[in-house]
């Protein structure tokens, strides 16, 4: 392909690009393809001749657009959010036309040094405390690929630090700290450096979060045991229930055990920072005054294509200690003097994209208040529906709302015989109908034994009509499965009974 074909097929990407998010409304949200579709499509080889581009871009059409799941979609409300932007799409663009390692500063310098100033803006945007800004030359911060890599360098830091510290401890003896709602990143960086996960519990009293005497009790439970407690995961926005692990108290009680490394998890709810009213409710104090790292993750509720964690550390010595490994082919004078960063010994590869370019040109065509709009809309969304689903006759919140998530379950009043296995059963029939559905996606959990459905509102084309057509579609769902298909619990005569009650309301 030459500059002028690139340029033309080029013109019809940008076009099937735009017609794709336009129309997203009228797609099913959900791909209705089987396993193996595409293998049964698709030649056994590649082509021995190059083939016309025209008749490849065609078959992305034809054959990869029926396989995606659209997560831009205005009715897509599972797990949490992706984000895509026309600017981050073009940005995306010009960093592939330059295609570069990105490993040290000479290779590229605007790389490395857009990098350094996007993480000290971003870093002002979510209101973290200078000790964070690379301009400190102490702290500073650095975009990985997602939170479960930000998680496995801090811990990778954390863990060097600590034995370097206490040389005498064996590896063996060496304890990651979770939660019970801890995203599984936690569980895979034990596993992938062969350390001891223990998984500190929480209550649904405590709005599932944890709270500092159960760290207390832990520690000291370990310490007398043997083991080496050295690092905590905190979480802010836990992904089952947007719960905030009450870094206050955890932070008091770490006073007394100064080489446990705390790192919070804020892939989601992190970004809701740059709204400075949700600050203080969801532990910025604690993070910018005690934590020693922490990341969110702008590709899902920050307006920013994947990939793209953003990680913030303390003190950069204990990322570069760690993770410094330079031989002569990668020496160069500015790195040698130590008058530039060198990215790569901030991360667990040698490489890194462009990424920070995609933060540039959106945050400077959104703005700081283009951002903080988004976030308070789609605040404001899941506001309107959590208080329908507290109003409901058939719905209930499990536990309370957190930012653009609420987590629900299907529990009539005119059923509270029912117990929690029962409910249970109940909830897990509702979500199958919902799972049958193409035109919407939502994912179900499970708070401490309790079966739920988790509702988060992200995409940015979703309306105020779009959660009212979603709250009517689960009153729907509900009201079938109690009146046609629930057989079990409390004997078909209380189910129709409850239907007729609930339809006094509903229809």
């Keep these: 392909m030459n500059a002028e074909q690139f340029r033309r097929a080029g013109y019809q990407a940008i076009d099937r690009i735009c017609d794709y998010h336009v129309t997203l409304r009228d797609r099913p949200v959900l791909s209705q393809v089987e396993p193996g579709y595409l293998r049964k499509a698709l030649p056994s080889s590649a082509p021995t001749e190059g083939e016309d581009f025209q008749l490849i871009a065609d078959d992305y059409q034809k054959y990869i657009i029926p396989g995606l799941t659209h997560w831009?979609?205005?009715?897509?409300?599972?797990?949490?959010?992706?984000?895509?932007?026309?600017?981050?799409?073009?940005?995306?663009?010009?960093?592939?036309?330059?295609?570069?390692?990105?490993?040290?500063?000479?290779?590229?310098p605007a790389c490395t040094e857009l990098e350094a100033v996007i993480m000290d803006w971003m870093a002002q945007l979510l209101g973290l405390d200078e000790s964070f800004y690379n301009i400190s030359e102490v702290g500073g911060g650095v975009i990985q690929t997602s939170a479960s890599d930000s998680v496995l360098v801090a811990t990778v830091a954390a863990r060097s630090r600590y034995i370097r510290e206490h040389p005498q401890v064996a590896m063996e003896n060496l304890v990651l700290y979770t939660t019970t709602q801890t995203h599984s990143l936690g569980k895979k960086a034990g596993l992938i450096l062969g350390l001891k996960v223990r998984a500190l519990g929480v209550t649904a009293q405590d709005d599932f979060a944890l709270r500092g005497d159960t760290l207390k009790v832990a520690l000291e439970e370990d310490t007398n045991a043997g083991f080496h407690p050295f690092i905590l995961i905190g979480t802010v926005g836990t992904t089952s229930s947007g719960a905030v692990d009450r870094l206050d108290e955890v932070a008091d009680v770490?006073?007394?055990?100064?080489?446990?490394?705390?790192?919070?998890?804020?892939?989601?709810?992190?970004?809701?920072?740059?709204?400075?009213?949700?600050?203080?409710?969801?532990?910025?104090?604690?993070?910018?005054?005690?934590?020693?790292?922490?990341?969110?993750?702008?590709?899902?509720?920050g307006l920013i294509q994947f990939d793209g964690s953003c990680l913030w550390v303390r003190h950069r010595k204990h990322l570069t200690d760690a993770l410094d490994i330079t031989p002569e082919f990668l020496r160069s004078k500015h790195g040698n003097a130590g008058t530039a960063i060198d990215y790569r010994n901030w991360q667990l590869g040698l490489g890194k994209r462009f990424r920070s370019l995609k933060f540039w040109f959106v945050l400077r065509a959104r703005g700081v208040k283009g951002f903080q709009k988004y976030i308070s809309d789609c605040i404001k969304l899941n506001t309107k529906f959590a208080q329908s689903i507290y109003e409901s006759e058939i719905f209930s919140v499990v536990t309370k709302p957190s930012l653009a998530m609420?987590?629900?379950?299907?529990?009539p009043k005119s059923l509270c015989q029912l117990r929690t296995p029962e409910l249970n059963t109940l909830n897990?029939?509702?979500?199958?109908?919902?799972?049958?559905?193409?035109?919407?996606?939502?994912?179900?959990?499970?708070?401490?034994?309790?079966?739920?459905?988790?509702?988060?509102?992200?995409?940015?084309?979703?309306?105020?009509?779009?959660?009212e057509r979603v709250l009517a579609l689960l009153e729907s769902e509900?009201?079938?499965?109690?009146?046609?298909?629930?057989?079990?619990?409390?004997?078909?005569?209380?189910?129709?009974?409850?239907?007729?009650y609930c339809s006094q309301y509903l229809l």
């Design 478 to 500: 509900a009201m079938v499965l109690l009146k046609n298909q629930w057989e079990g619990i409390g004997g078909r005569r209380v189910i129709v009974d409850a239907w007729v």
């Design 406 to 411: 609420t987590v629900f379950r299907l529990a």
């Design 254 to 301: 770490a006073k007394n055990y100064p080489f446990l490394w705390l790192h919070v998890d804020a892939a989601w709810a992190g970004v809701a920072f740059v709204c400075p009213e949700y600050r203080e409710a969801y532990q910025l104090p604690a993070i910018n005054s005690y934590v020693d790292s922490f990341c969110t993750s702008f590709y899902k509720w």
């Design 72 to 108: 831009q979609h205005p009715s897509f409300f599972a797990y949490f959010p992706t984000s895509s932007t026309f600017e981050g799409i073009l940005a995306e663009l010009y960093a592939s036309s330059t295609s570069n390692p990105g490993f040290n500063w000479s290779v590229s």
């Design 428 to 467: 897990r029939a509702f979500y199958a109908r919902l799972a049958a559905r193409n035109d919407i996606a939502i994912t179900q959990t499970d708070l401490n034994g309790v079966f739920c459905i988790r509702m988060v509102i992200g995409a940015e084309q979703t309306l105020e009509s779009d959660v």
